[in-house]
Protein backbone atom coordinates (compact mmCIF):
# COMPACT_ATOMS: atom_id res chain seq x y z
CA UNK A 1 0.00 0.00 0.00
CA UNK A 2 1.21 3.08 -0.78
CA UNK A 3 1.38 6.08 1.56
CA UNK A 4 -1.27 8.63 1.60
CA UNK A 5 1.71 11.30 0.45
CA UNK A 6 3.22 9.33 -2.44
CA UNK A 7 -0.91 8.58 -3.54
CA UNK A 8 -1.18 12.36 -3.64
CA UNK A 9 1.89 12.86 -5.56
CA UNK A 10 0.85 10.72 -7.99
CA UNK A 11 -2.42 11.40 -8.53
CA UNK A 12 -2.44 15.16 -8.15
CA UNK A 13 -4.97 17.28 -10.14
CA UNK A 14 -3.73 19.67 -12.71
CA UNK A 15 -6.20 22.62 -11.40
CA UNK A 16 -9.64 24.00 -12.64
CA UNK A 17 -13.10 21.83 -11.90
CA UNK A 18 -13.48 19.25 -14.40
CA UNK A 19 -16.01 19.48 -16.90
CA UNK A 20 -16.61 15.96 -17.39
CA UNK A 21 -20.14 15.02 -16.20
CA UNK A 22 -21.06 11.69 -14.92
CA UNK A 23 -23.09 10.79 -17.93
CA UNK A 24 -19.24 10.97 -19.75
CA UNK A 25 -18.05 8.13 -17.43
CA UNK A 26 -20.49 5.89 -17.53
CA UNK A 27 -24.09 7.48 -16.26
CA UNK A 28 -23.55 5.26 -12.84
CA UNK A 29 -26.96 5.44 -10.60
CA UNK A 30 -24.48 5.08 -7.40
CA UNK A 31 -21.26 5.18 -5.84
CA UNK A 32 -19.53 2.27 -3.76
CA UNK A 33 -15.81 1.79 -2.23
CA UNK A 34 -14.77 -1.39 -2.51
CA UNK A 35 -11.41 -3.44 -1.89
CA UNK A 36 -9.79 -5.36 -5.10
CA UNK A 37 -8.18 -8.73 -4.58
CA UNK A 38 -4.50 -7.52 -4.34
CA UNK A 39 -5.74 -5.58 -1.33
CA UNK A 40 -6.10 -2.13 -2.27
CA UNK A 41 -8.96 -0.27 -2.16
CA UNK A 42 -10.92 1.43 -5.25
CA UNK A 43 -14.28 3.90 -5.74
CA UNK A 44 -16.31 2.16 -8.19
CA UNK A 45 -19.44 3.75 -10.36
CA UNK A 46 -22.28 1.10 -10.29
CA UNK A 47 -25.36 1.00 -12.84
CA UNK A 48 -28.51 0.18 -11.63
CA UNK A 49 -28.30 -3.36 -13.20
CA UNK A 50 -25.24 -4.14 -11.75
CA UNK A 51 -22.55 -3.25 -13.96
CA UNK A 52 -19.24 -1.29 -12.87
CA UNK A 53 -18.87 1.90 -15.04
CA UNK A 54 -15.60 3.31 -13.56
CA UNK A 55 -13.32 2.28 -11.32
CA UNK A 56 -10.90 4.65 -9.34
CA UNK A 57 -8.27 4.02 -7.01
CA UNK A 58 -8.53 5.55 -3.11
CA UNK A 59 -5.50 5.50 -0.86
CA UNK A 60 -7.37 3.54 2.32
CA UNK A 61 -10.69 1.89 3.04
CA UNK A 62 -13.31 4.03 2.43
CA UNK A 63 -16.69 4.02 3.89
CA UNK A 64 -19.67 6.23 1.86
CA UNK A 65 -18.79 8.84 -0.40
CA UNK A 66 -20.37 12.18 -1.60
CA UNK A 67 -21.27 12.60 -5.27
CA UNK A 68 -21.16 15.66 -7.00
CA UNK A 69 -25.11 16.54 -8.31
CA UNK A 70 -22.94 17.59 -12.04
CA UNK A 71 -19.92 16.75 -12.57
CA UNK A 72 -17.75 13.55 -12.17
CA UNK A 73 -16.62 14.04 -9.03
CA UNK A 74 -16.78 12.85 -5.45
CA UNK A 75 -15.45 12.98 -1.69
CA UNK A 76 -14.46 9.64 -0.68
CA UNK A 77 -14.76 9.60 2.73
CA UNK A 78 -12.30 7.52 4.97
CA UNK A 79 -14.16 4.86 7.65
CA UNK A 80 -14.56 6.34 10.93
CA UNK A 81 -12.61 7.88 13.10
CA UNK A 82 -11.10 8.85 9.72
CA UNK A 83 -9.61 12.91 9.76
CA UNK A 84 -8.87 12.55 6.24
CA UNK A 85 -11.40 12.65 2.27
CA UNK A 86 -10.16 12.38 -0.90
CA UNK A 87 -11.95 14.80 -4.11
CA UNK A 88 -11.59 12.33 -6.58
CA UNK A 89 -12.26 13.24 -10.50
CA UNK A 90 -14.18 10.09 -11.36
CA UNK A 91 -12.78 10.47 -15.01
CA UNK A 92 -9.28 10.89 -14.98
CA UNK A 93 -8.61 9.02 -11.63
CA UNK A 94 -7.00 12.56 -10.32
CA UNK A 95 -7.24 14.11 -6.36
CA UNK A 96 -8.44 17.23 -7.17
CA UNK A 97 -7.85 18.22 -2.88
CA UNK A 98 -7.58 16.96 0.18
CA UNK A 99 -9.73 17.41 3.13
CA UNK A 100 -8.27 17.17 7.09
CA UNK A 101 -10.99 17.25 9.81
CA UNK A 102 -10.08 20.40 11.85
CA UNK A 103 -7.89 19.50 15.31
CA UNK A 104 -10.06 17.54 17.98
CA UNK A 105 -12.27 16.30 14.63
CA UNK A 106 -13.00 13.91 12.82
CA UNK A 107 -15.36 12.58 10.07
CA UNK A 108 -17.80 10.26 10.55
CA UNK A 109 -17.89 8.75 6.93
CA UNK A 110 -20.46 10.62 5.09
CA UNK A 111 -21.00 14.04 3.44
CA UNK A 112 -23.60 15.53 1.60
CA UNK A 113 -23.32 18.58 -1.31
CA UNK A 114 -26.10 21.29 -1.90
CA UNK A 115 -28.55 21.08 -4.65
CA UNK A 116 -26.16 22.99 -7.00
CA UNK A 117 -22.82 21.54 -5.67
CA UNK A 118 -21.36 25.04 -4.42
CA UNK A 119 -21.05 23.29 -0.87
CA UNK A 120 -19.97 20.25 0.52
CA UNK A 121 -21.60 19.21 4.09
CA UNK A 122 -19.61 16.71 6.20
CA UNK A 123 -20.83 14.97 9.42
CA UNK A 124 -17.86 15.31 12.28
CA UNK A 125 -16.74 14.51 16.10
CA UNK A 126 -15.72 17.82 18.39
CA UNK A 127 -14.30 14.58 20.45
CA UNK A 128 -13.30 16.55 23.48
CA UNK A 129 -16.91 18.48 24.04
CA UNK A 130 -19.01 15.55 23.30
CA UNK A 131 -20.91 17.01 20.21
CA UNK A 132 -21.70 16.87 16.38
CA UNK A 133 -20.43 19.00 14.16
CA UNK A 134 -21.89 19.80 10.42
CA UNK A 135 -18.62 21.28 8.90
CA UNK A 136 -18.86 23.42 5.83
CA UNK A 137 -16.78 23.24 2.55
CA UNK A 138 -16.70 25.91 -0.54
CA UNK A 139 -16.25 23.85 -3.62
CA UNK A 140 -15.17 26.39 -6.03
CA UNK A 141 -11.87 27.57 -3.71
CA UNK A 142 -10.67 23.99 -3.88
CA UNK A 143 -12.44 22.96 -0.85
CA UNK A 144 -11.33 25.64 1.47
CA UNK A 145 -13.69 25.52 4.81
CA UNK A 146 -15.49 28.26 5.12
CA UNK A 147 -17.86 27.21 8.29
CA UNK A 148 -19.60 24.86 10.76
CA UNK A 149 -22.51 24.83 12.90
CA UNK A 150 -23.59 22.30 15.42
CA UNK A 151 -25.57 19.04 14.10
CA UNK A 152 -28.07 19.47 17.58
CA UNK A 153 -26.79 16.05 18.92
CA UNK A 154 -23.85 13.72 19.64
CA UNK A 155 -22.32 11.09 17.15
CA UNK A 156 -24.13 12.38 13.50
CA UNK A 157 -23.37 9.55 11.38
CA UNK A 158 -25.06 10.34 7.98
CA UNK A 159 -26.55 13.34 6.26
CA UNK A 160 -28.92 14.14 3.85
CA UNK A 161 -30.41 17.19 1.91
CA UNK A 162 -34.33 17.36 1.71
CA UNK A 163 -35.83 17.59 -1.75
CA UNK A 164 -36.88 21.25 -1.06
CA UNK A 165 -32.97 21.77 -1.47
CA UNK A 166 -33.01 24.12 1.51
CA UNK A 167 -32.66 21.77 4.66
CA UNK A 168 -30.72 18.92 5.94
CA UNK A 169 -31.21 16.01 7.53
CA UNK A 170 -29.13 14.73 10.02
CA UNK A 171 -29.28 11.32 11.93
CA UNK A 172 -27.64 11.54 15.39
CA UNK A 173 -26.80 8.18 16.46
CA UNK A 174 -26.31 9.48 20.22
CA UNK A 175 -22.96 7.61 20.06
CA UNK A 176 -20.11 9.28 22.20
CA UNK A 177 -16.62 8.24 21.09
CA UNK A 178 -13.04 9.54 21.65
CA UNK A 179 -9.77 8.38 19.78
CA UNK A 180 -7.98 8.14 22.78
CA UNK A 181 -10.65 5.24 23.36
CA UNK A 182 -10.75 4.10 19.92
CA UNK A 183 -14.15 3.13 18.55
CA UNK A 184 -15.18 2.19 22.19
CA UNK A 185 -18.53 3.63 22.88
CA UNK A 186 -18.56 5.96 26.15
CA UNK A 187 -21.93 6.44 26.81
CA UNK A 188 -23.98 3.95 26.09
CA UNK A 189 -26.42 3.97 29.34
CA UNK A 190 -26.95 7.75 29.00
CA UNK A 191 -26.89 8.11 24.55
CA UNK A 192 -29.92 9.64 23.01
CA UNK A 193 -30.39 9.69 19.24
CA UNK A 194 -32.53 12.11 17.16
CA UNK A 195 -33.48 12.87 13.73
CA UNK A 196 -32.39 16.38 13.16
CA UNK A 197 -33.70 18.92 10.16
CA UNK A 198 -31.69 22.00 10.12
CA UNK A 199 -31.33 25.11 7.54
CA UNK A 200 -28.30 25.11 5.55
CA UNK A 201 -27.17 28.13 7.92
CA UNK A 202 -27.31 25.16 10.72
CA UNK A 203 -30.46 27.13 12.34
CA UNK A 204 -32.76 24.35 14.05
CA UNK A 205 -35.83 23.85 12.48
CA UNK A 206 -36.87 20.14 14.38
CA UNK A 207 -35.50 17.93 16.36
CA UNK A 208 -37.55 14.29 17.29
CA UNK A 209 -36.58 11.32 18.64
CA UNK A 210 -37.60 7.69 20.22
CA UNK A 211 -39.65 6.59 23.13
CA UNK A 212 -37.59 6.47 26.30
CA UNK A 213 -37.19 2.74 26.30
CA UNK A 214 -35.64 2.60 23.15
CA UNK A 215 -32.91 5.57 23.81
CA UNK A 216 -30.44 3.03 23.13
CA UNK A 217 -31.37 2.73 19.45
CA UNK A 218 -28.92 4.19 17.65
CA UNK A 219 -29.89 6.30 14.31
CA UNK A 220 -27.53 5.85 11.86
CA UNK A 221 -28.01 5.70 8.38
CA UNK A 222 -31.29 7.69 6.42
CA UNK A 223 -32.80 8.11 3.00
CA UNK A 224 -35.47 10.65 1.22
CA UNK A 225 -38.22 10.02 -0.83
CA UNK A 226 -39.49 12.87 -3.32
CA UNK A 227 -42.17 13.93 -1.58
CA UNK A 228 -39.80 14.46 1.83
CA UNK A 229 -40.60 11.29 3.80
CA UNK A 230 -37.90 10.43 5.65
CA UNK A 231 -36.45 6.61 5.97
CA UNK A 232 -33.97 5.75 8.68
CA UNK A 233 -32.11 2.55 9.89
CA UNK A 234 -31.05 1.78 13.56
CA UNK A 235 -28.32 -0.13 15.38
CA UNK A 236 -29.01 -1.43 18.74
CA UNK A 237 -26.87 -0.53 21.88
CA UNK A 238 -28.25 -2.58 24.31
CA UNK A 239 -29.33 -6.34 25.45
CA UNK A 240 -28.59 -8.87 23.41
CA UNK A 241 -31.95 -10.66 24.77
CA UNK A 242 -33.95 -7.45 23.31
CA UNK A 243 -34.89 -7.07 19.46
CA UNK A 244 -36.20 -3.76 19.02
CA UNK A 245 -37.44 -2.55 14.97
CA UNK A 246 -34.43 -1.08 13.77
CA UNK A 247 -36.09 0.58 11.26
CA UNK A 248 -38.68 3.64 10.51
CA UNK A 249 -40.03 6.85 9.06
CA UNK A 250 -40.67 10.72 9.64
CA UNK A 251 -42.10 13.76 8.17
CA UNK A 252 -40.99 16.96 9.29
CA UNK A 253 -43.73 18.76 10.89
CA UNK A 254 -46.62 15.90 10.97
CA UNK A 255 -45.27 13.98 13.99
CA UNK A 256 -44.16 14.69 17.22
CA UNK A 257 -42.39 11.11 17.24
CA UNK A 258 -40.26 8.52 14.88
CA UNK A 259 -43.01 5.81 13.37
CA UNK A 260 -41.62 2.34 13.42
CA UNK A 261 -41.85 -0.92 10.92
CA UNK A 262 -40.78 -4.30 11.97
CA UNK A 263 -41.76 -4.31 15.59
CA UNK A 264 -43.10 -7.68 15.14
CA UNK A 265 -40.51 -9.75 17.32
CA UNK A 266 -40.16 -12.53 15.04
CA UNK A 267 -39.24 -9.90 11.99
CA UNK A 268 -37.31 -7.90 14.41
CA UNK A 269 -35.02 -10.74 15.95
CA UNK A 270 -33.96 -11.84 12.10
CA UNK A 271 -31.56 -8.44 12.00
CA UNK A 272 -29.69 -9.21 14.98
CA UNK A 273 -30.44 -5.61 16.05
CA UNK A 274 -28.34 -4.07 13.37
CA UNK A 275 -29.29 -2.21 10.21
CA UNK A 276 -27.10 -1.33 7.60
CA UNK A 277 -28.18 0.79 4.99
CA UNK A 278 -31.72 1.98 4.27
CA UNK A 279 -33.13 2.78 1.02
CA UNK A 280 -36.66 3.68 -0.66
CA UNK A 281 -37.08 1.87 -4.07
CA UNK A 282 -37.12 4.14 -7.20
CA UNK A 283 -40.71 4.14 -7.17
CA UNK A 284 -41.19 5.23 -3.21
CA UNK A 285 -43.68 2.57 -2.64
CA UNK A 286 -41.31 0.26 -0.45
CA UNK A 287 -38.24 0.74 1.94
CA UNK A 288 -35.96 -1.01 2.17
CA UNK A 289 -33.57 -2.03 5.43
CA UNK A 290 -30.31 -4.25 5.44
CA UNK A 291 -28.16 -6.34 7.40
CA UNK A 292 -24.94 -7.84 8.02
CA UNK A 293 -25.19 -9.86 10.88
CA UNK A 294 -29.10 -10.96 10.10
CA UNK A 295 -27.63 -11.72 6.63
CA UNK A 296 -30.67 -10.18 5.20
CA UNK A 297 -32.52 -7.81 3.42
CA UNK A 298 -36.13 -6.79 4.53
CA UNK A 299 -38.80 -4.58 2.45
CA UNK A 300 -41.32 -2.96 3.75
CA UNK A 301 -44.84 -0.73 2.32
CA UNK A 302 -43.46 2.33 3.21
CA UNK A 303 -47.13 3.80 3.53
CA UNK A 304 -48.53 0.88 5.78
CA UNK A 305 -44.98 -0.93 7.56
CA UNK A 306 -46.47 -3.98 6.17
CA UNK A 307 -43.29 -6.33 5.72
CA UNK A 308 -43.42 -7.27 1.85
CA UNK A 309 -40.20 -9.29 1.26
CA UNK A 310 -37.25 -10.87 3.11
CA UNK A 311 -34.44 -11.55 0.68
CA UNK A 312 -31.62 -13.86 2.47
CA UNK A 313 -27.76 -12.72 1.15
CA UNK A 314 -24.62 -13.55 3.04
CA UNK A 315 -22.75 -10.31 4.46
CA UNK A 316 -25.25 -7.79 2.61
CA UNK A 317 -25.25 -4.07 3.56
CA UNK A 318 -25.50 -1.64 0.37
CA UNK A 319 -28.91 -0.94 -0.42
CA UNK A 320 -30.04 1.27 -4.03
CA UNK A 321 -33.13 2.35 -5.72
CA UNK A 322 -34.16 0.80 -9.06
CA UNK A 323 -37.16 1.83 -10.49
CA UNK A 324 -39.54 -0.26 -8.50
CA UNK A 325 -37.00 -2.42 -6.44
CA UNK A 326 -33.65 -2.69 -5.26
CA UNK A 327 -30.32 -3.09 -5.84
CA UNK A 328 -28.27 -5.38 -3.00
CA UNK A 329 -24.03 -5.63 -2.44
CA UNK A 330 -22.61 -8.23 -0.07
CA UNK A 331 -18.99 -8.03 0.84
CA UNK A 332 -18.42 -11.62 -0.80
CA UNK A 333 -18.67 -9.34 -3.93
CA UNK A 334 -22.01 -10.55 -4.92
CA UNK A 335 -24.82 -8.10 -6.44
CA UNK A 336 -28.19 -8.67 -6.27
CA UNK A 337 -31.09 -7.29 -7.98
CA UNK A 338 -34.91 -7.77 -6.24
CA UNK A 339 -38.32 -5.89 -7.46
CA UNK A 340 -41.87 -7.50 -7.26
CA UNK A 341 -41.15 -10.64 -9.44
CA UNK A 342 -38.49 -11.54 -7.54
CA UNK A 343 -34.60 -11.45 -6.89
CA UNK A 344 -31.83 -11.53 -9.77
CA UNK A 345 -28.48 -12.92 -9.05
CA UNK A 346 -26.57 -10.59 -11.10
CA UNK A 347 -23.23 -12.95 -10.23
CA UNK A 348 -20.10 -11.82 -8.11
CA UNK A 349 -17.69 -9.27 -9.27
CA UNK A 350 -14.08 -9.76 -8.11
CA UNK A 351 -14.03 -6.79 -5.31
CA UNK A 352 -15.24 -6.88 -2.03
CA UNK A 353 -17.81 -4.19 -1.61
CA UNK A 354 -18.28 -2.28 1.43
CA UNK A 355 -21.02 -0.71 3.04
CA UNK A 356 -22.66 1.52 0.92
CA UNK A 357 -23.97 2.39 -2.24
CA UNK A 358 -24.52 6.21 -2.54
CA UNK A 359 -27.44 7.33 -4.83
CA UNK A 360 -25.81 10.11 -7.24
CA UNK A 361 -28.68 12.54 -7.23
CA UNK A 362 -30.94 13.08 -9.45
CA UNK A 363 -30.97 16.98 -11.14
Not at 26 to 42: E, H, I, T, V, W
Not at 315 to 336: E, N, W
Request: negative net charge; proline residues 6%.
Amino acid sequence: MTSRRGFLAGLMASGLAPAVTWAEVGAPDYLSAAQAPDGSYCLLGVGADGSIRFRQPIPGRGHAAAAHPHRAEAVGFARRPGTFAFVIDCAAGTTRAELEAPEGRHFYGHGAFSREGELLFTVENDYDAARGVIGVWDVASNYTRVGEFDSNGVGPHELRLMPDGKTLVVANGGIETHPDSGRTKLNIPFMKPNLTYLRLDGSLLEAVELEPALHKNSIRHIDVRADGLVGFAMQWQGGKGDQPAILGVHRRGEAPRLQLFGTDPEVAAQMDGYGGSVAFSGDGRYLAVSSPRGARVQVFDAETGALAQILPMEDVCGLGARPDGFLASSGTGRMIMFEADGPHDLGRSDVRWDNHLVPLARV
